[in-house]
């Protein structure tokens, strides 16, 4: 059986942000999805996107990583997501987060004292230390500029063991 890997979706998310991570997670980790609102999931593209688990059966220890992917307007943060971002982060567990995702990490709370990145407009936020790189990597955390979608999604191959030679390396960085 294969362990899963979670992705957080709201209205307008931008699936770009996450399409390389997701392709190269998809060989070791089965996907679920979850939202904060009632039913189908619209992208910043148009795309319909399905939750796959209820927000109330998420169990953080049966996750390797938690995936925030950035928008345009991430909507208020309930309780309940701050909740569950503090439990994958007191359980150790690796949070990936890509542009505007990063403030979520910020309003929950989660970035004192730690470094980060973002490209959100709304950032550098005070309570952590913003470096100007396209992606960072502290502890759990793993933080990328929205542009850095491709070295965001390359770095947690690597860190979770699913790129597997140079051959499939070059092929998502377009060499030959």
Not at 118 to 145: L, M, R
């Amino acid at each position: 059986m294969k362990k899963s890997v979670l992705l957080y979706v709201y209205p307008n998310f931008k699936e770009f942000e996450v399409s390389v991570t997701l392709s190269v997670l998809k060989k070791r980790f089965d996907l679920h999805v979850f939202t904060q609102v009632t039913g189908q999931v619209k992208s910043d593209c148009g795309i319909l996107i399905q939750p796959t688990i209820k927000f109330k059966n998420i169990r953080p220890w049966e996750y390797e990583m938690l995936i925030l992917p950035g928008g345009d307007s991430l909507g208020p943060l309930s309780p309940y997501l701050v909740k569950l971002l503090k439990d994958f982060n007191s359980e150790q567990i690796r949070i990936a987060a890509i542009g505007e995702g990063v403030s979520l990490l910020s309003r929950a709370g989660l970035l004192d004292g730690r470094t980060y990145t973002t490209s959100s407009p709304t950032a550098p936020y005070p309570e952590g230390h913003f470096v100007n790189k396209s992606v960072v990597e502290d502890k759990n955390f793993i933080t990328a500029k929205a542009n850095a979608f491709l070295d965001l999604g390359l770095l947690i191959g690597k860190r979770m063991n699913c790129i597997e030679n140079v051959e499939e390396y070059n092929f998502y960085k377009g060499i030959r």
